[in-house]
């Protein structure tokens, strides 16, 4: 009886909660490990695993607007599963992964939508990996963690987009696995949670990219787990789905945000259904999307779509009460700050968590006119210490 009830206690929570995602058009095919991009306005969905669980170089646009998605030929690299990838100045990154014949990857390749081309960067000198963190940061994209043939690993890597060439890291200060999440919050390089055997970590650290150093933080409050998603917004982390401490399907697919101010973690509403193994997500204006991964409760790939509107304005802490005004907002070039308050700084955040732009003095009006077209939040600060945020649309 009383697993009768859990259940059934499951269900309506997962039920009430299941009202707060869409859903939106289905991917054209199922895969898991896909890597996936919001650039722009626009999504995007390449590589990953397909239904007779073979690598894949299939690449596909996701317009909002159509709620439809375009094949965009194949990804030029070698066919992959278990890469990784991030969006960094309008652009995308991949990475990494499993090719046939179990040949690990260090490749690196850049993606950028505006003229649909593909580079080929400077591949790591390091072992290659599967399913690694993969995070960018002032011009530099951090990598570690992942398991090949070594087993699973811990140490970490940084590229250099200025110089295009790989530096090593000091390696985590926990246990190497592979299947972790990570995430960008306020300049800092989060990672954690993953596995090795038999082990589901709910572990956390804070690479800080100033000193190189790591910091032990507070364990994640849920359940252990491993292969979700991640991703930053306007300065908070979330983690998504995954499959739970005993490397099988949560009931619920778990949503949790990360406020790096207090250390701390928030649950919000579950995906619909129960979790999934490896799937992809982007972010889109200030939403964000669901994408593929495996569900293993039916044994089936994923082809169903769900969007979540998250918070416009997080992250802002205690004392950040502060109230100011932008005009015009929608903008398509500079807005300016309509406020009392006396500030000394200020900073623009992308829709994916990254300082955009940073500047000192009580500047009024901000110039926006080089920015792609989105969702930025602008900050007041005062003696390091933030005051207000406000949205900015930028059309």
């Known amino acids: 009886m009383k697993n ?25 095919q199922g895969r898991h490990h896909p890597v996936t991009w919001g650039i722009g306005g626009v999504g995007y969905m390449v590589t990953g695993s397909n239904f007779a669980d073979n690598p894949t170089r299939n690449f596909y646009r996701y317009n909002p607007q159509s709620d439809s998605w375009t094949n965009m030929g194949l990804f030029p690299g070698t066919a992959r599963s278990f890469a990784i990838g991030t969006v960094y100045d309008s652009k995308g990154y991949l990475g990494f ?78 246990p190497g696995r592979h299947h972790p999440f990570q995430f960008v919050a306020n300049g800092q390089v989060y990672a954690g949670l993953g596995h090795n055997g038999p082990f589901i970590y709910d572990d956390w650290y804070r690479l800080d990219p100033a ?42 697919g778990e949503f949790w945000s990360y406020d790096h101010t207090t250390d701390s973690w928030t649950q919000l509403p579950s995906h619909p259904g129960v979790s999934r193994w490896a799937p992809g997500s982007f972010i889109l204006n200030d939403e964000v999307y669901l994408i593929g991964g495996l569900n293993r409760q039916a044994q089936s790939l994923a082809t169903t779509t769900y969007k979540y509107t998250l918070p416009s304005t997080v992250g802002l802490g205690e004392n950040a009460e502060v109230q100011f005004t932008l005009y015009p907002n929608p903008t398509t070039g500079s807005v300016r700050i309509d406020t009392k308050e006396n500030f000394d700084a200020l900073r623009v955040i992308n829709s994916t968590g990254q300082v955009v732009l940073e500047q000192s003095g009580q500047t009024r009006r901000v110039d926006l006119s080089a920015f792609s077209a989105g969702v930025y939040h602008l900050q007041l600060r005062k003696n390091g210490q933030l005051l207000g945020q406000q949205r900015i649309l930028k059309r």
Not at 166 to 173: F, G, I, K
Not at 211 to 219: A, F, K, L, P
């Open 97 to 174: 992964g499993l090719a046939s014949g179990n040949n690990l990857l260090t490749d690196l390749w850049e993606y950028d939508p505006t003229t649909d081309t593909w580079t080929e960067l400077a591949s790591c000198p390091c072992a290659g990996r599967r399913h690694p963190a993969f995070v960018a940061v002032n011009d530099a994209i951090y990598v570690g963690l992942g398991d090949g043939f070594a087993g699973n690993l811990d140490d970490w890597w940084k590229y250099d987009m200025t110089t295009d060439s790989w530096s090593q890291l000091p390696d985590l200060p926990g």
């Open 211 to 252: 000193t190189d150093t790591w910091t032990v933080m507070n364990d994640f409050p849920g359940e252990a787990r491993v292969a979700g998603t991640q991703f930053n917004h306007a300065d908070k982390g979330y983690v998504l789905s995954g499959d739970g401490d005993n490397h099988s399907f949560m009931a619920t």
């Open 4 to 28: 009768i009830l859990l259940f059934a206690f499951t269900l309506i929570f997962s039920s009430v909660n299941a009202q707060q995602w869409l859903q939106v058009a289905d991917i054209p």
